[in-house]
DNA sequence: GTATCTGCAAACTCTTTGCAAAAAC
DNA sequence: GTTTTTGCAAAGAGTTTGCAGATAC
C-alpha cells in the first residue's frame, strides 16, 4: 500500500471519484511532508502558495475523503484541531510523543499493544479495529 | 487522592478559591458517575435538574478549574467534544474502548504501559508524564 | 468589605453545508 | 453530456471571553 499518485488515482477510481488538480496538490504535500501531523490550516497555509484560489471547503473535503479511502488517517492530539497523516494502521503502528512545552510531535514505534488487542477480544468481547497511543511529557528542548 | 467534597475545598482553599454551589454541584454530578465519562453538555443537562440558572460558560470554568486542581481529567474521544473524569492519572491507568457504532466508551485496566515509559525516557530523551491509551471497535452489542 | 465568581450574550475557532458555476471523465 | 467537484459564503457545533451584578470568605 504505496502513498503515490498512482495508488491515489486507483482508489479513486474503485469509488468513481475524480482526480482533480486540488486533490494532486493535497497529496503531494503529504508525500513532501511524510513526518508531519498536518491540521487542515496547515494544508490550506501550504497549498495556496501554488493554488492561491483554493478554499477551505475543498480542503476539509479532501482530507475526509483521503481518511476515507484510507489513504490519510485522522489523529487528535487533544488541541482541538483534527490532524492527518499517512494511513498505516494496519500495517505497522506508530504512536506519538506531544511535548506539553512546544507542542512538537515526535514518533514511537513499537508493536507492544499487538498482543494487547487479543486479550481485550476474550476479556471484554469488544472487537479491536484500531488503537491510539499517546504519551504526553517534555521532549529533549523543553525538560 | 479522595474525591470528596472536602478535598475540593482544601484544594480550592490552597488556591485562594471559593466553593461556591455551583462548584459543589459539579463536584456532586463525578461522584455520582464515578464511571462516566462527561461532557460539558452532560454535566450542564444534569446540573440543571436542580439548578435551572446555571449557564454554560459556568460548567466550562469549573470543569476546567477541576482539571487544573488535579480533580479531573480531560479526555479527548475524537468526536469533537471535551469529556471529563476524575483524574487519578498518577495512580493506575486505565484505558477506553470506544465503540465506533454506539459510541459508548468502557474501560480497560493495564498496567503494561508503565515499564514502556521508561523505555521512551531512554529511547527518545522524552519525559513521560501522562499517557492515553484508546482501543476502536466494536463492543459486545454491535459487532 | 473585597476579591472572586456567576450569568448572560457576544465572540471565537474549527468544521460542515447549500448552491450555482466549473471541470473531470 | 452527465455527474462529480469546486469556491464562496453562510451556518453549525463546541468553547471562550468581557462585563456588570452577585456572592463567598
Redesign the interface.
Known sequence: MEHTLDALKQKLYDRECKLTPQRKVIMEIFTQNPEKHLSAEDVYGMVKKTHPEIGFATIYRTLDLFAELGILQ?I?F?DGRGRYEFGESDVHHHHH?I??KCGTV?E?D?D??DG??SV?EK??????????????????KC?
Not at 124 to 136: M, S
Request: some cysteine; charged content about 25%; proline content about 0%.
Open positions: 485522522r487528535d487533544g510523543l511535548c506539553l515526535a514511537f513499537d507492544l499493544l494487547l488487542e481485550i476479556r471484554n468481547g469488544f472487537e479491536v479495529v484500531d488503537h491510539q497511543l499517546k504519551f504526553y511529557g517534555y521532549c529533549n525538560r
